[in-house]
């Protein structure tokens, strides 16, 4: 749980620095930056804080693809237009955590569908040739998937930050 204090903490007050524009800017094109700075500023920053942690673990397993570090940065991208802000995520995390059977009743409404199913709705928003990104994106919550550890890099990262 201190973990997502300290998630909290960094949504609530980092700002995106050069250096993260420059980042972002290195990997991703332009509908892609488009996509990207719709997200909420707090997921702007997690996907951020995963795409750098994706990038240095991928390196250390020889396991570097682009197309990993790109799915990083846009995973919450179905987040878009969802009503989340930093405030109504922490309130879906907690419920989700202490009550999962209430939050799971309630997904017809707007905020708790896109909670659940951002993923399915991310890849509405991409239009890819290469369905490898769109694979990522899709199951970077389906963790019971086994044997692709540019998956499971991207998982990780994201259960961390």
Not at 42 to 51: E, G, L, M, T
Request: charged share 30%; hydrophobic share 40%; net charge positive.
């Amino acid at each position: 749980m201190i973990y997502r204090i300290k998630q909290f903490y960094r949504a609530a007050f980092y700002r995106l620095t050069n250096d993260d524009r420059i980042f972002i800017e290195s990997y991703l094109n332009d509908s892609e930056l488009e996509l990207f700075y719709k997200l909420p500023k707090y997921c702007q920053v997690h996907s951020i804080r995963v795409a750098r942690d994706v990038l240095d673990e991928s390196l250390k397993k020889e396991l570097y693809d682009i197309f990993l570090i790109k799915a990083a940065l846009l995973h919450d991208i179905g987040k878009i237009n969802s009503g989340f802000n930093m405030f109504t995520n922490a309130i879906l995390v907690i419920v989700e955590r202490f009550f999962p059977s209430i939050l799971k009743r309630s997904k017809k409404i707007k905020i708790v569908n896109s909670y659940f199913n951002h993923p399915e709705i991310a890849i509405s928003y991409i239009d890819y040739e290469d369905y490898y990104i769109k694979y990522l994106i899709l199951n970077h919550h389906n963790y019971f998937i086994k044997g692709d550890e540019k998956l499971k890099i991207l998982q990780r990262c994201d259960c961390k930050n």
